[in-house]
Nanobody, 121 residues
Framework: QVQLVESGGGLVPAGGSLRLSCAAS????????MAWFRQDPGKEREFVGG????????YYADSVKGRFTISRDNAKNMVYLQMNSLNPEDTGVYYC??????????????WGQGTQVTVSS
């Protein structure tokens, strides 16, 4: 059974940093595209970024380019989201997803439970 577990969320002041982790289990994910999404209450879940199977190609939403970095460790079945220069608009529940590709959430069958990130002004 595929399982994704996010961790690393918390409360940080504006300008601060957080590193989120996503632990994948149930099978090997070394060939899968891995993505991060986020969702604020009352809003649609939006694509934050993704990384291809090798980790060499990454994609980011315009809102986080230059501030967020996605990486992966296939040997450990882990994906990371380093978030710097956080601002209150980055607040939300962050989800790890796989089994799909690209920025459309409907394409992903596997999701974690999410981790809350709150950025105070």
């Amino acid at each position: 059974q595929v399982q994704l577990v996010e961790s690393g969320g918390g409360l940080v002041p504006a300008g601060g940093s957080l590193r989120l982790s996503c632990a994948a289990s149930g099978r090997s994910f070394r060939n899968d595209f891995m993505a991060w999404f986020r969702q604020d209450p009352g809003k649609e879940r939006e694509f934050v970024g993704g990384v291809n199977w090798s980790g060499k190609t990454t994609y980011y939403a315009d809102s986080v380019k230059g501030r967020f970095t996605i990486s992966r460790d296939n040997a450990k079945n882990m994906v990371y989201l380093q978030m710097n220069s956080l601002n209150p608009e980055d607040t939300g529940v962050y989800y790890c997803a796989t089994g799909g590709m690209g920025s459309l959430k409907a394409g992903y069958p596997y999701w974690g439970q999410g981790t809350q990130v709150t950025v105070s002004s």
